[in-house]
Nanobody, 121 residues
């Protein structure tokens, strides 16, 4: 069974930084695009950033310059570096991955359970 497990969330002061991690576990053949989303209180889930297998990245305008996405293909892990955090960055952050379960097989989309990031003094 494929699972995405996020870690690294928590309480941080305004102006601080955090690094989120998301590891994909289970019996898989490979991972295509990985991404990060967040859901702020009272809002819909929003896209932040994505990264392909070869490292090509794409960012939402709201994430450019503040968030950096990366991945370690050998560890089936992606990261989100967040800096200069503000109160409005408080949200549940979700990782997302398009996974190939077997060679030549179809792809499947998976979500992590979310990790809470709270920016507060």
């Amino acid at each position: 069974q494929v699972q995405l497990v996020e870690s690294g969330g928590g309480l941080v002061q305004p102006g601080g930084s955090l690094r989120l991690s998301c590891i994909v576990s289970g019996s898989i053949f490979g991972i295509n695009t990985m991404a990060w989303y967040r859901q702020r209180p009272g809002s819909q889930r929003e896209f932040l950033a994505s990264i392909t297998t070869d490292g090509t990245t794409n960012y939402a305008d709201s994430a450019k310059g503040q968030f950096t996405i990366s991945r370690d293909n050998a560890k089936n892990t992606e990261y989100l570096e967040m800096k200069s955090l503000k109160h409005e960055d408080t949200a549940v952050y979700y990782c997302y991955a398009i996974v190939i379960l077997r060679s030549g097989g179809p792809t499947y989309q998976y979500w992590g359970q979310g990790t809470q990031v709270t920016v507060s003094a």
